[in-house]
């Protein structure tokens, strides 16, 4: 399984545009698969200097209902008229960073007819699958910072009804790609445990060299109780990364713009 970061916050090298956003490219056996789509139309930018076709993906999740993650999903579309999208079916709800200030994506694209709106749980076929979670118990905390969604007409903090994680299973290996993690990543590892963790953790408001660097211990110290390997980017922030890095070591990495990885 090839793996490429077509955007993320920060430039593996010279040449790749980064943004506040995340779109990565999957190549599995069967499947050219885009996940996330940026802010803008930056990762096309960034697929054409690495050589990826975008008209050859056959499949397309968007992990959340936030701009940074759907931004770019109109240009997508006008790109590429085949690939179905699988978008979880609260995604398209109003959401806000504050009270007022919208990080939602363009509602007018749930009606295109590429999109499929996706209820808790879809088996796309025997090897890819979605699920919110939403109906599972969340056994660690997490906040919603400030981040807040309409949800049902009703305005107040972000549950991440909206949020979906795709399961890749392959070479008896099972592959888990998060966008933000907003529900927890170490939800995520206790729902899902994984043999691989792609994504980005959410820590990116936790400063390390303050009390709050406690989160960060709890979660090096659950994400080590697992047989998983984990890639993070994004909303992680660099200063947690280097933190749970020291801790971790091997067991974790980044990823950033343009950078490739292959999972054998």
Known sequence: MNITMLMENTPYADGFLAEHGLSIYIETDDHHILFDMGQSDGFITNAQALGVDLDSVDIAILSHGHYDHGGGLDAFLRLNHHAHVYINQYAFEPHFHGADRSIGINPELASHPQVILVEDKLEIDSALSLC????????????????????????????????????????????????????????????????????GFHFMNINPNSPEREVLDEAAHVLMQYPAKYFTCHCTGLEPYQYLKSILKDRLDYLASGQRITIT
């Open 132 to 199: 919110a979670c939403n109906d599972w118990p969340r056994p660690y905390l997490m906040g919603s910072y400030g981040l807040n969604a309409e949800h049902n007409g009703v305005l107040g903090p972000d549950a991440f009804y909206h949020e979906q994680y795709l399961t890749i299973t392959e070479n008896g290996q099972r592959i888990v790609i998060s966008g933000c993690s907003h529900k927890g990543v170490l939800n995520i590892m206790n729902w899902l445990a994984p043999d691989y963790l792609i994504g």
